[in-house]
């Protein structure tokens, strides 16, 4: 029997795919990454006493599998403490209290108001189902939890969930669903609902945590840790079965390689997976193809104005009246002493403005989202000190109404093969918790398939050794 090169292959050095090398670090492993660097849309830039974020950057909570990882790897978690429901409306900010002090809040007709209150009350409630859906259910796998989840309202879109809107309450809740990288009508409604529930449900905010130093810090430890178990501007071309092993060719440096291995998990956007897999169920296939993504770009900032800000007290602002989403001050988490000079902000386009906006230069998405933002703080004008544009293309994966993921479920539920699939597309919408559980349970499955596999090598040397020894017993009788 051919030995393979390694027991397990990983290809993929985001969230999902660290998480697997993690899990299967005392194997021989090779992580084969397309980019120069390890962490995906975790991404962050050093600068000082702060960060640019430039990607994913809210941590979930004690017990997850990004947290456990974080742990061991010893990285630390910092709390947020602004607001994280505040609005741009009308040309001025408003932070209130309590989401239900929204309609009270801000200046509207007699009409939004009313709307406002009434759709406000419908995504409360929607969101106290999804938190009760969320929690675990004695015996059940977290594969099955996701799945369950994941069809919260999934029958609908989350335009149809809320119904017709007032015109500025319709600009409202769409720059709010944008979070999704998705329109209103193309998200099912649970994920509409889900990201509501993200920051709507007070003291149980799913995620509401930084990582200290930045989200790059994740991946730049993990190449420190991986070593030269990471091959870097990799791009893997095929993955196919060849006996009892899997054969992956990837190219680099312009020269193409092979090597082959017992077990490969696939840990890359779907439909990337769904091109360079050979061997999977055509349901399978499929199932990959129909995944939904969403491009988009955003701009991490970093100023250097001498005191306090509006914003000191604020982490994250809806954004309906400007040329981005969401704005995000990634310094309020550290504004807890003195206040140090400068911060860290970042911006975000999604859904069909995201689309539009990357068709323009990094200097006029630049120029369009300054533009914007200093008529929300006129005070940072002569502070911006450094920005950066960051192209996330294919972007966070969402799931429409009516999405069928079983036969990708019945796939990781199979106990026979040997390639494995993870990703934050194994949830109604991507987040790092579901990449690195995801990650987490495929190499679990591969770790169950390699003591399985060397189980039966043993068995079935115990019996050629009995077979040669009994054939040795006869010819001395004889």
């Known amino acids: 029997m051919v030995k393979p090169e390694f027991d397990v292959v990983i290809i993929g050095g985001g969230p999902s795919g660290l998480s697997a090398a993690w899990e299967l670090r005392d194997k021989n492993i090779l992580v084969l990454e397309k980019s120069h660097r390890l962490g995906g849309r975790l991404y962050s830039v050093s600068r000082g006493d702060y960060w640019l974020n430039l990607g994913g950057h809210l ?76 929690a675990p259910v004695y015996g059940e796998s977290n594969q099955r939890r996701r799945a369950r989840v994941a ?62 130093g930045g989200s790059g810090r994740f991946g730049e430890v993990m190449m420190e840790l991986l070593g030269d178990r990471v091959r870097y501007d990799a791009t893997v071309k095929s993955v196919s079965k060849t006996g009892d092993l899997v054969t992956v060719v990837y190219e680099t440096d312009g020269r193409e390689h092979s090597v082959t291995a017992a077990e490969v998990v696939v840990a890359v956007p779907a439909y990337q997976a769904s091109d360079m897999v050979r061997d999977i169920p055509d349901d399978v296939r499929q199932t990959l193809i129909s995944v939904q993504y969403g491009p988009f770009p955003t701009m991490g900032i970093i100023t250097d104005e001498p005191g306090p800000m509006p914003y000191d007290d604020i ?45 323009l230069t990094d200097d006029e998405i630049r120029d369009r989202y300054l533009a914007d933002i200093y008529k929300m703080f006129p005070q940072l004008q002569g502070h911006v000190k450094e920005t950066i544009v960051q192209r996330w293309v294919p972007g966070n994966t969402y799931r429409p109404a009516g999405f069928n993921f079983a036969p990708m ?16 597309y194994f949830a109604e919408i991507g987040n790092m918790e579901i990449a690195t559980g995801s990650g987490h349970e495929a190499a679990r499955r591969a770790r169950v398939h390699l003591m399985s596999q060397a189980q039966k090598k043993t068995q079935l040397s115990i019996v050629e050794r009995d077979r040669i020894a009994t054939a040795g017993q006869v010819k001395e009788n004889v």
């Open 315 to 359: 982490y994250a602002i809806t954004t309906p009246d400007a040329s981005f989403d969401m704005f995000f001050n990634h310094a309020n988490p550290l504004r807890t002493g003195p206040r140090k000079p400068g911060g860290s902000l970042m911006v975000y386009s999604g859904g069909t403005p995201a689309r539009e906006m990357l068709k």
């Open 151 to 212: 069809s919260y309202l999934s029958d609908k879109s989350f335009r149809e969930f809320m119904g017709p809107l007032p015109k500025r309450l319709e600009a409202l809740f769409q720059s709010a669903a944008r979070r999704a990288a998705a329109e209103m009508e193309d998200q099912h409604a649970g994920v509409g609902v889900s990201l509501f529930g993200a920051v709507w449900a007070g003291k149980g905010d799913a995620m509401a945590l930084n990582l200290n």
């Open 409 to 424: 479920l019945a796939y990781c539920e199979r106990n026979d093969v040997n390639i494995h699939f993870a990703g934050d």
């Open 59 to 134: 941590f979930p909570p004690p017990g997850s599998h990004m947290r456990n990882i974080l742990h061991s790897i010893g990285l630390d978690i910092i709390k947020i403490p602004g607001n994280k429901f505040a609005i741009y409306w009308g040309g001025k900010v408003y932070k209130p209290k309590m989401v239900s002090a929204l309609p009270l809040t801000m200046p509207m007709t007699l009409r939004e108001r009313f709307a406002l209150a009434t759709k406000g009350m419908r995504i409360l409630k929607a969101v106290k189902g999804w938190q009760k859906a969320m």
